[in-house]
């Protein structure tokens, strides 16, 4: 039903579970645009646990593409 009402949002989902894993406890927002710099999000792994975690930076990318992002929790 979600592939027949949002089909490029569910594929983007379903893509990110397959990489990652469960990705329902992030926000919204975050999962589609991830965090700022700067930013702390607080995420609930299970009833009574919260993980706070906050971006500090993150480094020119790097020849290969990728740049390494620094967290805090």
Sequence with gaps: MSYLMYPEV???F???RSAYG???ILPTPQFFYGLE???EIAIELEPGKTLVVKLLTVSDPHPDRYAHALFSS
């Design 10 to 12: 569910f594929l983007k």
């Design 14 to 16: 379903a893509m990110a």
């Design 22 to 24: 469960n990705m329902e």
């Design 37 to 39: 710099r700067a930013q």
